[in-house]
């Protein structure tokens, strides 16, 4: 492989934003982009993403941490400049990771929970690739990538919020695609499979979910936030300057069987 292919993936000099990243998913692709040469703004809930920061980069310079809650649009819009400002009035890179899990019943289904997951899942998504795609478009470059989900292909059980949202994710992406790529954005999805996260702590170790999963993964094994680091540097990165609209499924197997 020569020196231009290895390039394609280069990150150098590009800032990036990732929320959800003090821990899981959001932790590995912040590290996976700083990794590349990229320089991540890292926002979260809690003090976990200053520690994330530290362990990704201990001088400080290339992961930086911002607090935010996305559930709460003021909040959003105000860590939102507080990273633009920091990186100078530009962006490279958006992930859209944060997201929360709430299951019940359908039938029992709290509408406050309903609220809580659509407003992290669905509306933050929306409103973060608004204000970066404002932002990019204006430079006439960006890539955005939104995490979707195993559960945007299926229903899933007690998790019809979770579904909703993340099938919605799915067809924003393919509609900002389709109004940004020909300016310069392009807007994909990674659709993670059953990765060992806090999300799934209810299906690890549950007897009569978790041996279904596994049956049914060709791997044989759950999948790891590491795991996600590849397709968030391709989709981030040169290499993928001709992909949008699409998702990308990270999943095992589990999807063809």
């Not at 509609?175 to 060992?196: M, Q, T």
């Not at 590849?230 to 589990?254: E, H, M, R, W």
């Amino acid at each position: 492989m020569d020196q231009a292919t290895y390039n394609l993936f280069d990150l150098t000099g590009k800032r990036a934003i990732v929320t959800g990243a003090g821990q899981g998913i959001g932790r590995s692709m912040a590290q996976a982009l700083v990794g590349a040469g990229a320089t991540v703004a890292l926002i979260g809930r809690g003090e976990n993403v200053a520690q994330a920061c530290r362990e990704i980069d201990p001088t400080g310079k290339a992961a930086l941490p911002f607090l935010a809650d996305l559930s709460q649009r003021d909040q959003l819009q105000r860590v939102f400049e507080q990273v633009l400002s920091a990186f100078g009035g530009t962006l490279d890179i958006l992930v859209n990771n944060a997201g929360i899990q709430k299951r019940h019943l359908p039938e029992e289904f709290p509408l406050e929970d309903w609220d809580a997951v659509l407003s992290v899942n669905l509306n933050a998504v929306w409103l973060m690739a608004q204000l970066a795609g404002q932002v990019m478009l204006k430079q006439g470059r960006g890539k955005i990538i939104n995490l979707a989900s195993m559960n945007s292909f299926l229903g899933g059980t007690t998790v019809p919020a979770y579904t909703a949202a993340k099938s919605a994710v799915v067809g924003l992406t393919r509609a900002l695609s389709n109004d940004w790529s020909g300016r310069g954005v392009n807007v994909n999805a990674i659709a993670p499979g059953y990765i060992a996260t806090s999300l799934n702590t209810a299906l690890i170790g549950n007897p009569d979910r978790e041996p279904k999963i596994l049956a049914r993964l060709p791997k044989g094994r759950w999948g790891e936030p590491d795991d996600m680091k590849g397709a968030v540097i391709f989709l981030a990165s040169a290499a993928s300057d001709y992909v949008t609209g699409a998702t990308l499924v990270v999943d095992g197997g589990y999807l063809c069987t």
